[in-house]
């Protein structure tokens, strides 16, 4: 029997009390009885999936937190008139921050639609099972949906308990498991037509998940990781011995093992900077867009709603000469936020928008807003990412440092539970911030400053503003790859660092087509910008450079290693490539068991699945890479760059030119095409108005 099958039958007998009669199968015979058990499992699972329900939102699934009443509830009040009193009576200290982050994150209350069940004991003792359905759940309690009747039973209620599942994508990763806990009912009202009661919980669920799931997962993860380790260590002995019968190879194998299992052992010792309350200075975030009038509401309010001080944070929007409605979704949100705010904290001088009269890049777009930002410090954030609250003043404190030139904050999956492809691209950003840029962090040399969240000193901006907009390379202007670009300039003279308590969720490709595009063009960006950063590597921290020049070597050479190891040594020497595939896996896991480990996600397994997928499909595109990493087209959109290619192969056609933005590019890539939690690269934005015309217009890509 495989493992799918013995893995069915367990759940099988997890649901046999529940659903087995002793003359639906009769006589004990395993074919039958097995097939039975099959049948009520998938009845079962189905069940369970048809009663939950997850919003969407352009075709993506994401979380759907209840809103406040008011547009920025986390923006400090200057004239003292709101504070951080919550409704249970708790006054927070205000430089206590790492509570008032943990209380705030309790309070979110996040809209779901799953089956409840609520035990409880009336006044005579008796028992009693209520059915209900979720409307909303926090980390303290939970709103239900129930009959009238029922309801008004819940108010003499006692020895309460509810008992429900938590599907995934109905609240943050981690959460996603069936509860089983005391509760309290504390009010029965009436809303929009339905009665609802309001359940608190016992203990909160952080604390329940930690006594029955999370420690049990960090004990096996733990274990899991050390033995992986391990045995990949015994594997590479192996490699020690034959080492003189292929001594490329086996150096190859050897390298590229110490290399992964030191990022892993690195990023394990990696630690935030604390927040210092004394420490806010001045920032400005500058957010280019282009055709991004789905997400760049939303972008902006989340910039806008930071615990921050208001008269320290400036927000600065450049439109790319957009040819959809995101300009008129600035201007309405910008008027919104005014409206609701008021003067209180001076909206209208703090948030403020420039639209570009010609299309001219998104390198353009970010110089155009440093050349009137005000701050000391200014934050880029991509059109389609969504700061947390306290991502501004988590990511500020490593420039306490006065050789910090620029931080990464971490970037999150907004649109995780959309599809598998989304899943897979979740488990690898956070690996790839968690592990890798950890790991760099430890030396102070990030070598991508991502996209999504990225912050710099103005001042350093400003030093490499023209050849940041003028780069070429082999002739080839540098359209994409603005993240690791100016990454570059920063790090040449100046420290670079990871924050990984600042965070911001990112909306990544759902489509394959779209996720290969962006896929190959990282590629490109990352073989361009890797080469020039090793001109000035060596002067680094030895461990750090040797760790630059290892992590560039090994996925240039990895499609060559993969090709000789499954298909030249199979087909010319007759062997089985156990041990590459061994090794393979045992990697592949140690990605997975490590998502396990800090998120204990449901999601974990996708990181093996995605290992998978990059040696299968991703790998491939690297030697593509090797002969066209010059190429400055998008692929996803229409850029300048992109119409010129259009025309060239159009001329050799003598077809006319349709320089136009493709109406399925449009809808179906326009919000996706964007700088990912790794390489962070999307054109969206530009240079606007007489001064950027004058200044630039040189510089831009029409």
């Known amino acids: 029997m495989d493992i799918t099958s013995s893995l069915l039958d367990i759940l099988c007998g997890s649901i046999i009390s529940e659903h087995i009669r002793s003359d639906d199968i009769g006589f004990f015979d395993k074919e039958k009885s097995v097939s039975f058990f099959r049948k009520k499992a998938e009845k079962h699972t189905a069940d369970k999936k048809k009663n939950v329900t997850l919003e969407t939102f352009d075709g993506d699934i994401l979380l759907s937190e209840r809103l406040d009443r008011r547009i ?54 008796k028992a009693h099972t209520l059915k209900g359905e979720s409307r909303d759940i926090s980390e303290t309690g939970i709103l239900v949906r129930l009959e009238k009747e029922d309801a008004e039973q819940l108010k003499e209620a006692s020895e309460t308990e509810l008992r429900f599942d938590i599907p995934p994508g109905s609240m943050p990763e981690g959460h996603e498991m069936s509860i089983h806990t005391a509760a309290s009912c504390v009010r029965v009202f009436e809303r ?67 290399f992964l299992l030191t990022r892993y052992a690195f990023g394990a010792l990696y630690r935030p900077v604390k927040i210092d309350p004394a420490f806010k200075p001045s920032v400005t975030i500058i957010i280019p867009c282009f055709n991004e009038e789905t997400w760049i509401s939303r972008t902006i309010i989340s910039c806008m709603n930071q615990s921050y001080p208001p008269d320290k944070l400036e927000v600065i929007v450049v439109d790319d000469c957009s040819t ?21 904290t001076d909206i209208r001088n703090r948030l403020s928008y420039i639209v570009q009269e010609q299309n001219a890049g998104k390198r353009a777009a970010l110089c155009r807003g440093v050349d009137v930002a005000k701050g000391e410090f200014v934050i880029f954030v991509d059109s389609d990412s969504f700061l947390d609250p306290y991502a501004v003043v988590n990511l500020v404190q490593p420039f306490k440092d006065p050789k910090m030139g620029g931080v990464a904050g971490r970037t999150d999956v ?241 077809a006319p030119v349709d320089t136009a933005e493709p109406d399925a590019i449009e809808k179906n890539e326009g919000t996706r095409a964007k700088a990912d939690a790794v390489s962070g690269e999307k054109h969206a934005a530009p240079s606007a108005g007489k001064h950027a015309e004058n200044k630039r217009g040189k510089h831009a890509n029409v």
């Open 192 to 258: 929009d037509g339905e009665t609802c009661a309001g359940f608190e919980f016992a203990e909160d669920l952080g604390t329940y998940m930690h006594r029955h799931k999370d420690r049990y997962l960090y004990v096996s993860s733990v274990i899991l990781l050390l033995f992986i380790s391990m045995m990949v260590v015994l594997m590479r002995s192996e490699s020690v011995i034959y080492f003189k019968y292929n001594a490329v190879m086996y150096s190859y194998s050897i390298i590229a093992a110490m």
């Open 72 to 125: 920025l509830p986390d923006v400090p009040d200057p004239t003292g008139q709101r504070t951080s009193f919550d409704r249970r009576g708790v006054v927070d200290d205000p430089n206590d921050v790492d509570a008032v982050m943990k209380k705030r994150k309790s309070g979110i209350r996040y809209k779901s639609k799953f089956p409840v069940t609520v035990d409880f004991r009336d006044q005579d003792g």
């Open 414 to 654: 907004a649109n995780t539970y959309t599809n598998s492809l989304t899943k897979m691209q979740s488990v690898r950003y956070y690996i790839a911030f968690r592990v890798m840029k950890a790991s760099e962090a430890l030396f102070d040399t990030v070598t991508c400053l991502s996209g999504p969240l990225s912050c710099y000193r103005k001042s350093i901006v400003k030093e490499h503003e023209e050849a940041w907009l003028n780069q070429k390379f082999l002739g080839h202007k540098a359209t994409f790859g603005d993240d690791r670009a100016m990454t570059n300039f920063v790090l040449s003279h100046h420290r670079t660092y990871y924050q990984d308590t600042a965070v911001c969720s990112t909306i990544v490709p759902n489509k394959q087509k779209v996720f290969l595009k962006q896929q190959m063009r990282w590629k490109r960006s990352w073989l361009r910008e890797s080469l020039m950063a090793g001109a000035f590597m060596w002067r680094k921290e030895p461990f750090a450079a040797l760790n630059f020049y290892i992590g560039l070597l090994v996925p240039i050479l990895a499609p060559i290693v993969v090709a000789y190891n499954l298909f030249y040594v199979p087909f010319t020497q007759h062997i089985f490539p156990t041990t590459f595939l061994v090794g393979l896996l045992l990697m592949s896991l140690m990605m997975s068991i490590a998502q396990l480990f800090f998120r204990k996600s449901s999601t974990w397994y996708f990181g093996f699945l995605f290992c998978l997928y990059y040696e299968v499909v991703l790998l491939w595109q690297m030697p593509l890479a090797w002969v066209t990493f010059w190429k400055s087209t998008w692929g996803t959109r229409m850029t300048p760059s992109d119409v010129k290619e259009k025309e060239k192969r159009q001329r050799h056609k003598n």
């Open 324 to 344: 959809d409605r995101s300009v008129e979704v600035i201007k309405d949100t910008i008027e919104k936020i005014a409206s609701a705010e008021g003067e209180r």
